[in-house]
């Protein structure tokens, strides 16, 4: 809808809810209920299974699909509370949202330390929380789920390191692209923001063309400064300028192999024109020498700019460009492809577990706060923030504590106006408080911001008296 600003774990859950829609069991007692919720659910692809009693329940328990239950607290003739007791003992990994007629915040953290997800009040009039309840339960259940499996792979060695790491339809579609170029050696413009991996992508279109046994030859051109670059690439005679001893130059160092121009918007303009004349001649003029010398190399160059609008600024020629661009290739950031992002942490924490000693995993809380944000240092910056984490973490699982991005959450957290009484009670309450006012009103992500699981927070709301104001999944704070 215009107007409306996408929050970052709603980014999220749309990034992740490509996956196929799960099955639900539904158990409830009252048949008119269970339509009820048929309806509301099967619309979103669910595949949506029924039970008016425990017993009826049990068959669908077994089955490895299940992915989340909707249960009744009000049971004709059990206990909705021992029944979930049950569920969280034989299927940990399966998600529960309990229902109840009389809901509360009290019952809430009742069934939240016996593991439940959340929970719906009857008689469900509010069909979108039950819809985005569900939704939300299943992308949990499938993200515990792959931490768990990657787990195992880190525990049991077999982590494989490509050097393309990621799973999601854009990343699939690059290896395509990547793939369709081994017979290929037309010149690669590479485009994406900072971080993204631009470099990575260069050396898998070289290791998979036919010049994979030459060399690779990277090139920083925001690095060179103006008065060498043109011996940086193209080489030098010796005698050419004061000191100089001779120098083949990156150019000749790529023949047979790739020359990989990285950040090729800032190259000079006065030497924009030779660089031109290199590539559509196929030969360099070293510094100093009476001929050109042919070479035999693959250009890929890559940029976080956009040279269309440079050369529409004359910062760039466009024949230089058009000289590049014969195969364009866009990475895309990391919060367009979220999906990934578990696999990437797991296989920098298999990177870096070595200098930082052995290794279980990380917390699904952490975990899920890590696919929630935005990375705008793209995936280097997650790297870094692993090798951070890493390197403090005082135990063998990473925490949501340990990850210093939790710790600050980049969020400027408003001073108190108000003098808070000398009491850790009231001191609690207020971080409680403040928790909420930046997570507006959002739970599961005020509980993260206080490094708590869900449950103890719905404890402390109601040691405090902090009520539930919009029916569950959404708390105010105000007195």
């Known amino acids: ?55 009826a329940a049990e068959v669908f328990l077994r089955d490895p699909d299940l992915d989340v239950i909707v249960l009744d607290l009000v049971i004709r003739g059990a206990s909705g509370r021992e029944f979930l007791d049950r569920i969280k003992r034989e299927r940990p990994e399966v998600e529960v949202v309990v229902a109840t007629g009389h809901a509360s915040v009290t019952s809430a953290v009742e069934c939240m330390r016996q593991g439940a997800f959340d929970y719906l009040a009857k008689p469900f009039d509010d069909v979108p929380r039950v819809r985005s309840t569900v939704r939300r339960a299943l992308e949990r259940r ?111 160092r790529a023949e047979n192999g790739t020359l990989f121009l990285d950040e090729i918007g800032e190259v000079p303009a006065h030497m924009q024109a030779k660089l031109l004349r290199a590539l559509q001649q196929k030969e360099v003029r070293p510094v100093g020498a009476a001929e050109a010398l042919p070479v035999d190399i693959r250009v890929v160059s890559a940029t976080h700019r956009n040279l269309v609008e440079m050369a529409e600024r004359d910062a760039f020629r466009m024949d230089l460009f058009y000289r590049l661009n014969v195969v364009r290739i866009e990475i895309p950031a990391l919060r367009q492809r979220r999906e990934d992002i578990p696999l990437l942490v797991h296989h920098f924490l298999n990177k870096h577990r070595r200098e930082h000693g052995p290794l279980e995993g990380i917390s699904d809380d952490a975990l899920a706060f890590l696919v929630e944000r935005d990375w705008p240092g793209n995936v280097r910056e997650l790297e870094n923030v692993i090798e951070s984490a890493l390197a403090l973490a005082p135990g063998r699982r990473l925490r949501l504590a340990d990850l210093p991005v939790a710790r600050g959450n980049g969020a400027r957290v408003p001073a108190p106006t108000a003098r808070v009484p000398l009491s850790l009670k009231a001191y609690e309450r207020c971080a409680l408080e403040r928790a909420l006012a930046e997570a507006r009103g959002d739970v599961n992500l005020a509980a993260r911001l206080l490094g708590i699981g869900r449950s103890t927070f719905y404890r402390k709301l109601s040691a405090h008296g902090l009520r539930d104001a919009e029916g569950g999944g959404r708390i105010s704070a105000i007195r």
């Open 1 to 55: 809808m215009p107007g409306t600003t996408a929050t970052p774990s709603t980014r999220a859950r749309d990034s992740l809810s490509n996956e196929a829609p799960g099955l639900i069991l539904l158990v409830d007692d009252e048949p008119l209920m269970l339509r009820a919720l048929v309806r509301t659910l099967e619309p979103d692809g669910h595949r949506v299974v029924t039970a008016e009693t425990t017993e």
């Open 142 to 252: 499938r993200l515990v789920r792959r931490n768990r499996e990657l787990e195992q792979q880190l525990r049991g060695g077999r982590a494989s390191r490509p050097d393309l790491v990621g799973e999601s339809p854009a990343m699939r579609g690059l290896v395509r692209v990547i793939e369709s170029l081994r017979e290929n050696q037309s010149n690669v413009l590479i485009q994406g923001e900072s971080g993204t991996g631009k470099e990575l992508v260069a050396r898998a279109i070289h290791a998979t063309s036919g010049r994979s046994e030459g060399p690779f030859v990277p090139v920083d051109c925001g690095a060179l400064p103006e008065t060498i670059i043109e011996s940086e690439l193209f080489g030098h005679e010796r005698g050419a300028f004061t000191g100089a001893l001779g120098a083949p130059g990156l150019f000749r």
